[in-house]
């Protein structure tokens, strides 16, 4: 199993971005993904997922602003976020459901780092 | 409440035992899971569904609830296990996910 995510970068606040995660070495279709991040020196925090059937959920956070989709032809997920705020600024990680089901995250990316500032 | 509550360090002696606990209303209906984050590295997932030992995760590994509160022991606990310890779960709603702000785990 891998998730290698990208897209990830500087944007001015008020600014828009969209992250890529790239599945490989499962049945994409079959699993949840999520998306969580992390910002410098804190926790984890939950953003999104979107299941095999495309259904969403979002954190309070980011609902309205953020939206995430999946292209299963390209086993790929995607994160747009609009309207970015400096408190956005993190290390976002795409995650995988385990066979079990949300919320155990049993393969994670590296990350792609995204900063909000002006 | 949509919270999880962990202490946000604690310390151990090597090869001593020490619990690390998680503690949500969500709980109550939801099972939490654990990851160790070690740094400049990716959560890995130590225990699923409440009580389950992820792949390759040693058996000095386990986890348990009493009420609202759930909790991950390390019995024989190594250097290799110095990180951070994080517990998440589903939310009273049921439809998002929810994390513990983290527990440092020092192993001295």
């Known amino acids: 199993v891998q998730l290698v995510e990208s897209g990830g970068g500087v944007i001015q606040p008020g600014g828009s971005r969209r992250l890529s995660c790239a599945a490989s070495g499962f049945t994409f279709k079959k699993y949840t993904i999520h998306w969580v991040r992390q910002a410098p020196e804190k926790g984890l925090e939950w953003i999104s997922l979107?299941?095999?059937?495309?259904?969403?959920s979002y954190a309070d956070s980011v609902r309205g602003r953020f939206t995430i989709s999946r292209d299963s032809r390209k086993d790929s997920v995607y994160l747009q976020m609009n309207s970015l705020r400096t408190e956005d600024s993190a290390l976002y990680y795409c995650s995988k459901e385990h066979y079990t089901g949300w919320p155990n995250l049993d393969s994670w990316g590296q990350g792609t780092l995204v900063t909000v500032a002006s | 409440s949509s919270e999880l509550t962990q202490g946000p360090a604690v310390s151990v002696a090597l090869g001593q035992t020490v619990r690390i606990t998680c503690q949500g209303d969500?709980?109550?209906?939801?099972?939490a899971s654990w990851y160790q984050q070690k740094p400049g590295q990716a959560p890995i997932l130590v225990i699923f569904?409440?009580?389950s030992r992820a792949s390759g995760i040693p058996d000095r590994f386990s986890a348990s609830r009493s009420g609202i509160t759930a909790s991950l022991t390390i019995i024989g606990t190594q250097a290799e296990d110095e990180a951070d310890y994080f517990c998440n779960s589903r939310d009273s709603s049921g439809n998002h996910v929810v994390f513990g702000g983290g527990t440092r785990l020092t192993v001295l």
């Open positions: 979107i299941n095999g059937q495309g259904g969403t």
């Open positions: 569904g409440g009580t």
């Open positions: 969500s709980l109550r209906n939801f099972d």
